[in-house]
């Protein structure tokens, strides 16, 4: 005991710890009735966590060839002691990661805490989700199954209706003219470097805004928030977050015996594309949306315009704490309320009807 | 002047005579290029429908194609705007020919091996001397103009060569060809055949094979008759006629005793247990002395052929059994998430040991066969075990996850009466 605190004394002499401790020690977290959103910020970098642990892991056997890649995810899988979990807690916590940060950016929208001055705080949430999905994309295809292989031709065929840039954008995804082995390395590159680096500093700087900025208390939810008493975030709010990680933990537990994350069939280049060729569900129902759309539209190629949509439905979404100018006066305009309501009944309907096969 | 006029009438009768006796240019042009003559010129302005049909299919005949214009079968001089020139006698316009002459005036050319040379260096040039030895060429040749010829088969005007989809000689379309005179029963009656064969054939795992999967090397009439020269296959014939294509099961057929006992009792060899025409996908349960079983037909109760049969009958239902008991228990395993691949291909092992038992069925000998499913079944325990090991894994991993959610359950029941104990 005396040692250990010989050595906090020792780094805190050096490195002037003291400031951050008191920080901790007197960080509260407001209490209301909707505090329960707090939890799905935690509950994301809970599976991200995961995710770095059981990626590491699956680098150790994980080769990164067109040859070899599905043997050897196939050997992780019957060969490796536990080789089968670690691969499918890495497929499920992938996904609920996903639906995690989904549910965090809804709650922290109809909350509106990404009102001033959490401009940034949001800015860099959104860019997060946006590497996660990319971290999704890019892994999909990583099994070099049959399915992820033509999902991913169907995918980085889209950003070639990109105008002017298009093809470019095409060829530096794929590597060349198709999905290859070039695909898979450079996939592989984006998913095990390029995205966990910017991930990482723009986590950092996420929480760390969330740190200096503290938890936002909901309009309407200020009285409530005064008079109950806050959370202390050491330990209480750390104990209370850490049964919300458990939960997770039992929940990939769970799916990851019951629903072994499938291997499927090893990826043909020259075979014809099976029947019912799907990306993951969180593009399902931009999936769905565009192929709804006529070939033409006045005159404009369908596909065109839903992606120009929806690049423009994202813009919004991102701007929302310019946009929404009754949020930085405290206020939030209710068109954005109703946005945010038809938003996400559209992205779940869309969702559930393409998982119940009703666009079959 | 009775002379002048007698004399211009005789020179002009002369030169009528000169200009319709003058030789009339080939008909036989270019290969490979299209021919155009007067008679398709002609014939396609015609207002009788049936004039006019041979000219409107005239641009898809091979032979119009090939640079042969019709007056190449016809005669006459294509080169004539004029039709009392052009369909002269005098140039050996012969009008619709007849069937007794068909099979001669296609072998004219056919036959002609130097000539047929000249559109493509395999060409075959025995059809002729095929049909005189078939039924239809001796029936004709007796003068029954009831039977095929060149043109009932092939069309008579707009021929198609045989590899055209369209043609009715083409795999797919040559059963219907043939069944427009042998599905005629009252026709057929004539001549001592039932008529039902087409039928039958239809029912057959050839014409599945031909149709639902459209393999068209699947045998049709012509691969086991013949085609010019087609004729039933003799008694004693029949397992070559088969044994083209099936040659294993000829080859065990040839070994096993049912060979000269079949001879002897002038049966005939694959014919007697899988029929000719409706030749059925063979069952395992055929085997056996039963009422719908085929030894019978045959064998005695209690001979050493019925005694073989139940044996053989026995091997092959045992296998059977334990390959759907096996390959079900394999894909429950595999749909819990387990790859199985060690199962399956011990599985596929097992599948082709038990075929190759099925076709040491034709041998007869219960020991060739019981070695094909002593195979089978070595190679499905193998998958068994491997599901058995695939199963206890499954349990292991349930287990664990029980241990996990319950280590998992209380530290979170912990936590939370600590958080209570703080907050109280």
């Known amino acids: 005991m005396r040692m250990l605190e010989e050595f906090w004394q020792a780094l805190d002499e050096r490195f002037d710890l003291a400031p951050l401790v008191e920080f901790a020690t007197h960080?509260?977290?407001?209490?209301?009735?909707?505090?329960?959103?707090?939890?799905?910020?935690?509950?994301?970098?809970?599976?991200?966590?995961?995710?770095?642990?059981?990626g590491i892991l699956l680098l150790l056997y994980y080769r990164p060839t067109s040859e070899a890649a599905f043997e050897s995810v196939q050997f992780i899988v019957t060969r490796v002691p536990f080789g089968w979990l670690v691969r499918s807690v890495h497929s499920w916590s992938a996904n609920l990661m996903?639906?995690?940060?989904?549910?965090?950016?809804?709650?922290?929208?109809?909350?509106?805490?990404?009102?001033?001055?959490?401009?940034?705080?949001?800015?860099?949430?959104?860019?997060?989700?946006?590497?996660?999905?990319?971290?999704?994309?890019?892994?999909?295809?990583?099994?070099?199954?049959?399915?992820?292989?033509?999902?991913?031709?169907?995918?980085?065929?889209?950003?070639?209706?990109?105008?002017?840039?298009?093809?470019?954008?095409?060829?530096?995804?794929?590597?060349?003219?198709?999905?290859?082995?070039?695909?898979?390395?450079?996939?592989?590159?984006?998913h095990v470097a390029v995205l966990p680096m910017i991930t990482a500093a723009l986590l950092g700087l996420h929480l760390a805004l969330i740190q200096r900025q503290g938890m936002h208390v909901p309009e309407g939810l200020e009285e409530e928030a005064k008079t109950r008493k806050p959370i202390p975030f050491v330990p209480n709010f750390m104990l209370r977050e850490s049964v919300v990680w458990l939960l997770g933990l039992a929940a990939l537990a769970a799916l990851a015996?019951?629903?072994?994350?499938?291997?499927?069939?090893?990826?043909?280049?020259?075979?014809?594309?099976?029947?019912?060729i799907h990306p993951e569900w969180y593009f399902l129902f931009m999936f769905e949306t565009l192929k709804l759309i006529p070939a033409h539209v006045l005159g404009i190629e369908g596909e065109l315009l839903g992606l120009g949509v929806f690049g423009l439905g994202g813009l919004v979404w991102f701007l929302v704490p310019v946009l929404d100018r009754g949020s930085r006066k405290g206020h939030r305009t209710r068109a954005?309320?109703?946005l945010g309501w038809l938003l996400l009944a559209y992205i779940v309907s869309f969702t559930l009807a393409s998982l119940a096969g009703v666009f079959k | 002047m009775t002379d002048r006029v007698l004399t211009a009438t005789v020179v002009l009768t002369l030169a009528t005579a000169a200009a319709l006796a003058a030789p009339s240019p080939s008909p036989i042009g270019t290969p490979g290029k299209h021919t155009e003559d007067s008679c398709v010129g002609c014939h396609s302005k015609l207002d009788d429908s049936r004039l006019r049909a041979p000219a409107e299919v005239a641009k898809s005949d091979i032979h119009l194609t090939q640079g042969v214009s019709c007056a190449g079968c016809h005669g006459g001089d294509p080169s004539s705007d004029d039709s009392s020139v052009a369909m002269s006698p005098a140039r050996g316009f012969t009008g619709k020919i007849g069937v007794r002459t068909i099979p001669e005036m296609c072998g004219s050319c056919h036959s002609n091996a130097a000539f047929m040379l000249r559109y493509s260096p395999n060409i075959p040039t025995d059809q002729l001397a095929q049909y005189r030895t078939s039924k239809h060429g001796q029936a004709l040749a007796?003068?029954?103009?009831?039977?095929?010829?060149?043109?009932?088969?092939?069309?008579?005007?707009?021929?198609?060569?045989?590899?055209d989809a369209r043609s009715p000689v083409y795999p797919t379309r040559i059963v219907e060809t043939c069944g427009r005179c042998h599905g005629n029963a009252a026709l057929m009656s004539r001549y001592g055949i039932k008529g039902d064969e087409v039928s039958e054939y239809k029912r057959s795992v050839h014409y599945a094979a031909l149709v639902a999967k459209n393999d068209l090397s699947a045998p049709t009439c012509k691969s086991c008759h013949g085609a010019h020269g087609a004729t039933p296959p003799g008694i004693s014939s029949v397992s070559n006629v088969c044994g083209t294509c099936h040659l294993s099961q000829r080859e065990r057929f040839d070994q096993s005793p049912h060979k000269d006992a079949f001879a002897a009792l002038q049966q005939p060899a694959c014919e007697s247990c899988h029929s000719n025409h409706a030749i059925l996908h063979p069952q395992d349960s055929w085997i056996g002395m039963g009422d719908k079983q085929i030894c019978g037909s045959c064998h005695s109760a209690g001979d050493v052929g019925a005694t073989a049969a139940a044996s053989i009958a026995?091997?092959?239902?045992?296998?059977?059994?334990?390959?759907?008991?096996?390959?079900?228990?394999?894909?429950?395993?595999?749909?819990?998430?387990m790859l199985m691949d060690e199962a399956t291909v011990k599985l596929e092992e097992a599948h082709q040991a038990f075929v190759m038992a099925q076709l040491e069925i034709h041998t007869?000998?219960?020991?060739?066969?019981?070695?094909?499913?002593?195979?089978a079944l070595g190679a499905l325990t193998a998958a068994d075990k491997s599901a058995a090991g695939a199963e206890a894994e499954i349990r292991y991993r349930r287990s664990g996850l029980f241990v996990s959610l319950a280590v998992i359950a209380l530290a979170m029941v912990l936590l939370i009466l600590k958080i209570r104990a703080m907050e109280r």
């Open chain 1, 257 to 276: 015996a019951f629903f072994p994350w499938e291997l499927g069939v090893k990826a043909d280049p020259f075979a014809s594309a099976p029947a019912g």
């Open chain 1, 98 to 190: 996903i639906l995690s940060a989904f549910a965090h950016m809804f709650s922290v929208y109809f909350l509106g805490s990404y009102a001033k001055p959490r401009e940034l705080t949001w800015w860099s949430g959104f860019a997060l989700l946006g590497l996660a999905v990319g971290f999704g994309f890019s892994g999909y295809l990583l099994p070099w199954n049959e399915l992820s292989f033509f999902a991913t031709r169907i995918g980085t065929d889209m950003v070639s209706k990109v105008p002017f840039a298009g093809a470019w954008l095409l060829k530096f995804l794929r590597g060349g003219e198709d999905v290859t082995g070039a695909t898979l390395t450079r996939f592989f590159g984006f």
């Open chain 2, 314 to 337: 026995s091997a092959l239902a045992k296998a059977s059994s334990a390959e759907v008991t096996t390959l079900a228990r394999v894909q429950r395993v595999e749909r819990s998430g």
């Open chain 1, 336 to 338: 954005f309320l109703v």
């Open chain 2, 364 to 375: 007869a000998s219960v020991g060739r066969v019981e070695s094909q499913t002593k195979a």
């Open chain 1, 27 to 54: 960080k509260e977290v407001p209490r209301h009735r909707h505090s329960w959103a707090y939890y799905f910020g935690g509950l994301t970098l809970f599976f991200f966590l995961v995710q770095i642990t059981t």
């Open chain 2, 142 to 163: 007796k003068g029954d103009t009831n039977v095929a010829v060149c043109t009932s088969c092939h069309g008579t005007h707009g021929i198609l060569p045989p590899s």
